[in-house]
Nanobody, 118 residues
Framework: VQLQAYGGGLVQPGGSLRLSCAAS????????MGWYRQAPGNQRELVAT???????NYADSLKGRFTISRDNAKNTVYLEMNSLKPEDTAIYSC?????????????WGQGTLVTVSS
């Protein structure tokens, strides 16, 4: 099982970016999926999570600017980021609670860098 995140890049303050993360491999089911981020010198922090049924949870500081969604048919989770600020600069990593034929555990993607700068 692998998680592949993509969509990061350089964006100006006030801009938008959409991240995607696709799970592949021997997957029986995917439960919760989510995004975390880690800025330079900081600890990793929660961005948002979403259950298989679509219930979402956000970091309080990001509510209203970030939107998490998923496409269960594509085993993919998305993060729409709007009104980006320089302090949103970080490596964004996706995670998913995945059940395969023999096990169930959390998997992590490799991370994608988002840089907000003029």
């Amino acid at each position: 099982v692998q998680l592949q995140a993509y969509g990061g890049g350089l964006v100006q303050p006030g801009g938008s970016l959409r991240l995607s993360c696709a799970a592949s491999g021997s997957i029986f089911s995917i439960n919760a999926m989510g995004w975390y981020r880690q800025a330079p010198g900081n600890q990793r922090e929660l961005v948002a999570t979403i259950t298989r049924g679509g219930t979402t949870n956000y970091a309080d500081s990001l509510k209203g600017r970030f939107t998490i969604s998923r496409d269960n048919a594509k085993n993919t989770v998305y993060l729409e980021m709007n009104s980006l600020k320089p302090e949103d600069t970080a490596i964004y990593s996706c995670t998913a609670d995945i059940a395969s034929r023999s096990t169930r555990r959390d998997y992590w993607g490799q991370g994608t860098l988002v840089t907000v700068s003029s």
